[in-house]
């Protein structure tokens, strides 16, 4: 473990999430890729079991890494997987 971080603990669904996000790094996924690459089907009209999984994700991530975020929203389109600095890291840096 590196200094500073702390071990995520995952379900198998949260996993197999950030396994497919992490498998397209830096490209958008659509909410309708990821699902059925995390659940084997189709998604099914008005399901938003991928935004909660998003969501779940994101906050054990930054609790494990603070100062950088990893799931970006890109509305209309999907998800991106790409380590960036957050907002709060950069503002702490310029006030420096």
Request: hydrophobic share 40%; no cysteine; net charge positive.
């Amino acid at each position: 473990m590196v200094a500073g971080y702390k071990p995520l603990t995952l379900t198998v669904r949260e996993y197999a999430t950030l396994v497919e996000l992490a498998r397209r790094l830096e490209r958008i996924v659509s909410r309708q890729e990821l699902f059925e690459a995390v659940w084997g089907r189709a998604m099914r009209p008005g399901d938003r079991s991928i935004d909660v999984y998003v969501h779940r994700l994101r906050l054990k991530l930054e609790e494990a890494i603070p100062d950088w975020q990893f799931i970006h929203t890109h509305v209309g389109f999907g998800y991106r997987f790409a380590s960036e600095p957050s907002r709060s890291f950069h503002m702490r840096a310029t006030d420096r």
